[in-house]
């Protein structure tokens, strides 16, 4: 295995606005296949229901939503990064005009399953 070591350069504010972005877009992602797994684990009911199968797609859900949950962190810690960084210049971190307001997880999604 050969490793190439490439030279290592800071992310531009709006690379960090970027990644922030995405990362909460696979936050969403995830909790939508928490509920995804919660309903298929609700629905398996009768004898025909492999007594194992509910249990283990109850853990995977918590799983999924224990890893939104530090994917919005991470987020969080990127955008508050940026905020206290701006842009490198002593300019303002909004200068992009790309600054998006953070609202918090959850919020306005409505029924969107």
Partial sequence: MVTELLP?????PAGLLDRAVALRADADL????????L????????????EWSRPAL?????AC?????????AA??????????GTGRGGSPA???RDVA??????GRGARG
Avoid: K
């Fill in 95 to 97: 200068r992009d005009g």
């Fill in 76 to 85: 969080a810690a990127l955008l508050a990064h940026r905020r206290a960084t």
């Fill in 39 to 50: 309903a298929t684990a609700a629905a398996l009911t009768g004898p025909a229901a492999p």
């Fill in 102 to 107: 953070w609202t918090e997880p959850g919020a």
């Fill in 58 to 62: 109850e853990r995977q859900a918590a």
């Fill in 8 to 12: 290592r350069t800071m992310p531009t």
């Fill in 30 to 37: 995830l909790d939508g296949y928490a509920r995804r797994l």
């Fill in 65 to 73: 939503r224990a890893s939104a949950r530090q994917l919005r962190t």
